[in-house]
Every structure is written in structure tokens, then in C-alpha cells.
């Protein structure tokens, strides 16, 4: 796939109109650019969700659709040089489809520069950790997110940060940011400016961000701006399934590799995987980060790669989604889902934080142990 990346700032005024029939009605978007770029960037389909009934279906991120980890990197690459370098560079993003998304700037700002670079995600998973403060997405079938207080080695030289990079893959409105920024902006005295950044910028006259009342200059940075409005069918009234997970996920979870900060990159010593065939390589949940570095280093030794998520957002089979495998959680009888999964000749793997039963939900599945 061919991605096209174009400045925003410096096309034509008028917007193109474009049209997507999905099962929940007639979607239009207002943009700047043209349907072959859109169609390298995002599709659509629609949520098991009442309260939100389209879903973007980013075609860059891993997420829903297979995705090359070089396609991804570029990416990443991408939005860090919109960033631009900068000393003392704290990075956050918003779980669970942006915690891949926000590392991977992450990765990439540090591996540009020679500053530190600290990455962290909300998370939806409870931890033994002291909690910094909470943030809720009206929006999300999983309201809740949960910011952990930076690990003691880290907490010191985050505070003193110039520098606060925000990362969704899409930003409608700004709410979830606003609220997140009211919060954190009081642990960040030194802060120069804030970049909110996304590969979708959908806010334009939306932007609730523009009520927010600070002194630190807020930049925006995107691959594609856009307008977005749905005209919704009458006969579309979705709900949620009956095991979705809405709550905190109460079993172990890993607090160093994000959800309590992380220098970048990661530095550890990773258990390569071992393929010499087609490989599709399978995150789990929050866990982005470590797959994609596994994923990437094998495609760098010759073998086509294919990255992709397990998820607990709920959606249905249509349009731009084909398949959904439901996959039994850990805990507490819920249930998470995988789209467009395509195993056919390929290697499979997972690496999720823990190995347990509901991921190996196929006989050709292979759970890797990511620790080296």
C-alpha cells in the first residue's frame, strides 16, 4: 500500500466532499484532500456503541486492518518530524487504540534526537501503583481511564518537561484531551507548549479545546483534517453485546513498558521471533509497543510482516470490517475481539503481557514470549 502524505496548510481552500454509505447511515467528509489519500489513511465502519455509531477504521496504527510495520514506522516518523525535536519531550496518548500510536512517536522523536523522551498511555488496567488522576471519554463504551503517578525514576525529570505531545489516532472533539490537560498541566511547571497530534484531526468547529483557559501555547499537529457528520438511518439502533468490557481489567498488568512511564526507546533485550514465512504478528489490548518492535525487526530481516490488535471495542462486521473473532478475556466473563484476521499461509503470532488460554483461540496460533 502506497500511503500519500500532504501538507494540509498548503492546498486549495475549498473542501472535497466525500460520501460513505455504511450500515449506519450516510457519512460525509469534508476535507482537503482526495479520495485516493483518504482511502490509504482511513475507512469506516460501525460500533456496537449507542452513544457513538461510526468508527474510523485507521488503516496506519495495526488496529483493525493488517498493517506493514514499515507502513507504521513511516507513520510515526512522520508526525514526529511535524513535531519537530525539543528538550525534555513528554509524550502521552490514550488507551487502548493510541497507546501503539503514542509509543511509536515516542520511539521515533527519541531515536531523532539525542533528548530525552518519556512515553506514557492511560490505561484501563488497575495496578498496585499510586494514581496521579483520572480521565474520563464520555463517549468510549469504556469510560474510565486511569493515569498512573510516573515511576520514582522517571517522576522527576518528567515534571521537568518543555514539552507535552498528546497522541489519538483521532480527535473529534478535544473533550477527553481538555479534561486531561485541566489535570496534568499543574505537575508541569516548566512546560513551553503542548502539541496535540493525531492522525485525524476531525475537531475544526468542535474544538472544545479552544475554551480551555491556560497560558502554555497549545500547536496541532495531523496527517488529515477533516469535517465529519452522519446522517444517521432510522432503522440503525445499536447496543452493546451483553459480554463487553466496560470496566478496569483487575489481572496482572505490566506497569514498565507505559502505563507508568517509559524512557524511549525501549532498551531492554526483546526475544526475537523466529519466521521465514509470511508472519502476522498479533498485539494485545494496551500491550502495542513490544509487538511492534518484534514485528519490525523480523520484517527488517526479509519477511513480510503484518501487524494487527486484539481489542475491546466492540464493532460490527460491516464495511470495512470482514471478519471478528470474539475472544474469551482473562477476567471477569467478558469478551475481546479480533478484525479482519486473515491467517491463511501465515505464521501466527501473539504476544500479549501474560500468556493465557483466551488468546489461543486457534490451533495455529503461537503465543511468543516477548522477554529476552
Known amino acids: 500500500m502506497t500511503i500519500i502524505f500532504k501538507n494540509v496548510g498548503e492546498l486549495s481552500l475549498q473542501y472535497l466532499k466525500h460520501v460513505y454509505d455504511i450500515k449506519a447511515g450516510t457519512l460525509l467528509l469534508q476535507t482537503k484532500e482526495n479520495r485516493e489519500t483518504l482511502d490509504s489513511i482511513v475507512g469506516f465502519a460501525c460500533r456496537e456503541n449507542p452513544k457513538r455509531h461510526f468508527i474510523l477504521i485507521n488503516k496506519l496504527i495495526g488496529r ?41 512517536v515516542a520511539d521515533s522523536l527519541a531515536r531523532a534526537q539525542n533528548e530525552p523522551v518519556y512515553f506514557q498511555h492511560t490505561t484501563r488496567h488497575k495496578l498496585e501503583q499510586e494514581l496521579w488522576f483520572t480521565v474520563d471519554e464520555a463517549h468510549s463504551h469504556a469510560v474510565n481511564h486511569m493515569f498512573y503517578k510516573p515511576s520514582d525514576d522517571l517522576y522527576n525529570e518528567i515534571i521537568k518537561s518543555k514539552k507535552l505531545i498528546i497522541i489519538d489516532d483521532e480527535i473529534t472533539t478535544g473533550r477527553t484531551i481538555k479534561v486531561f490537560l485541566s489535570k496534568i498541566l499543574a505537575f508541569l511547571p516548566d512546560l513551553e507548549e503542548v502539541v496535540i ?30 469535517n465529519i457528520s452522519l446522517q444517521k438511518d432510522p432503522s440503525f439502533n445499536p447496543s452493546l453485546p451483553t459480554k463487553v468490557n466496560a470496566g478496569l481489567d483487575h489481572s496482572a498488568s505490566i506497569a514498565s513498558v507505559g502505563r507508568c512511564a517509559l524512557r524511549m526507546p525501549y532498551n531492554k533485550c526483546l526475544n526475537a521471533i ?10 494485545d489490548g494496551e500491550h502495542q509497543y513490544i509487538p511492534f518492535l518484534l514485528a519490525e525487526e523480523l520484517e527488517k530481516k526479509g519477511v513480510e510482516v503484518a501487524f494487527q490488535a486484539i481489542n475491546r471495542s466492540p464493532i460490527l462486521v460491516c464495511d470495512e470490517i470482514v471478519n471478528k473473532v470474539k475472544i474469551a478475556a482473562k477476567a471477569e466473563q467478558t469478551e475481546h475481539y479480533l478484525y479482519n484476521f486473515f491467517p491463511e499461509n501465515k505464521s501466527v503470532f501473539v504476544i500479549s503481557e501474560h500468556e493465557y488460554d483466551g488468546l489461543l483461540f486457534s490451533e495455529k496460533i503461537q503465543y511468543h514470549e516477548w522477554r529476552g
Open 197 to 226: 497530534t493525531s492522525i485525524v484531526d476531525l475537531m475544526d468547529q468542535n474544538n472544545q479545546l479552544q475554551t480551555l483557559d491556560v497560558a502554555v501555547p497549545i500547536r496541532y499537529v495531523s496527517l488529515l483534517k477533516a
Open 274 to 283: 523466529k519466521s521465514e514465512q509470511s508472519t502476522l504478528v498479533i498485539a
Open 64 to 104: 483493525y486492518t493488517p498493517t506493514a510495520p514499515s507502513l507504521m514506522r513511516a507513520t510515526y516518523n512522520k508526525l514526529a518530524e511535524k513535531i519537530g525535536s525539543g528538550t525534555g519531550c513528554y509524550v502521552v496518548s490514550f488507551a487502548e487504540a493510541a497507546t501503539g500510536l503514542g509509543a511509536g
